[in-house]
């Protein structure tokens, strides 16, 4: 099965940016298809963004990345990335990669993933 290491958390200032990685290992078909969730203290696990790299690369975000976030894969590292910018102290939690999509609903939908990483925290103070 596909384990997945994300890396690149932190602590910075409001309006600072981040760059988050995702190692994927081994390759599979099943990561051509990865997200983005975050997870702060006494809520749920919300989604991010998406990457779909299935011939053609389709991206989604949630609302309330505005532009500020930007998702991308480097197929030859099999490594998702998570570029945030003009950080907020809201944008605080724990961020997942995940991968192995089941393609049953929703993507936002945290069931809908069957792997994922162990997290990276990002703190972003006011």
């Known amino acids: 099965q ?10 910075v200032q409001a309006g600072g940016s981040l760059r988050l990685s995702c190692a994927a290992s081994p390759y599979t078909r099943s990561t051509n298809v990865m997200a983005w969730f975050r997870q702060a203290p006494g809520k749920e696990r919300e989604p991010v963004a998406l990457l779909e790299d299935t011939g053609s690369r389709v991206t989604r975000y949630a609302d309330f990345v505005k532009g500020r976030f930007t998702i991308s894969r480097d197929s030859g590292k099999n490594t998702l990335y998570l570029q945030m910018n003009s950080l907020k102290p809201d944008d605080t939690a724990t961020y997942y990669c995940a991968a192995d999509r089941r393609n049953r609903e929703d993507w936002r939908a945290p069931r809908e993933w069957n792997v994922w990483g162990q997290g990276t925290q990002v703190t972003v103070s006011s």
Not at 2 to 11: A, C, H, I, P
């Open 2 to 11: 596909v384990q997945l290491v994300e890396s690149g958390g932190g602590s």
